[in-house]
């Protein structure tokens, strides 16, 4: 029996038609409303990710999951828009896809603007080393919080409190 492994990568223009198919429910469409939006834009610049599975039976392989940005001039990144097959969004596929993101192309910083009243999608930027909630912004009809992840953010993040590192006499 083979087994069915899970594999990041940058998306194919194949892959375009499984997310609209698969996924429903994103980060810019939390709503699940029939999407308008365009992938294959970022197809063609490499800057959409997805984490596919292997159908050893069916030849193909299945998208669980995707995560689109953009990449400015000077480096840093903006996520525009992730999401996950299901009605809710899994939280460590897009933290797993996140922590990718930054280790493959290692930006100076990355922001994401996501609605506040979205529960589930502001925890996955909270749990991820890093990421810091920088301010909010009204944008008809939505409050958004903007988060911005840095290296020395996430260094510190990652560092132990200030008692666990005292030495005792």
Known sequence: MEEAGYQLRVAAPSDVEKIR????????NPEGKAQRKRYEDA??????????RHDAKEHVDEVSG??????????????????TMGE????????????????????????????????AWNTVFQQ???FQLVGREF?????????????????LAQ??????RRRRP
């Open 21 to 28: 198919r698969d996924i429903r429910f994103t980060l810019a």
């Open 43 to 52: 197809v063609q610049r490499h800057e959409l990710l997805v984490v596919a």
């Open 159 to 164: 560092r132990p409190p200030v008692s666990a």
């Open 66 to 83: 995707f995560l689109e940005w953009h990449t400015k001039v000077d480096g840093a990144i903006t996520i525009r828009d992730a999401g």
């Open 128 to 130: 991820i080393p890093g």
């Open 88 to 119: 809710e969004p899994s939280l460590g596929i897009l933290r797993r896809l996140i922590r990718e993101l930054l280790n493959m192309f290692e930006p100076p910083s990355a922001s994401v603007k996501v609605r506040a009243d979205q529960t």
């Open 139 to 155: 944008s008809r009809p939505y409050w958004r919080n903007i988060w911005e992840w840095t290296r020395e953010n996430e260094r």
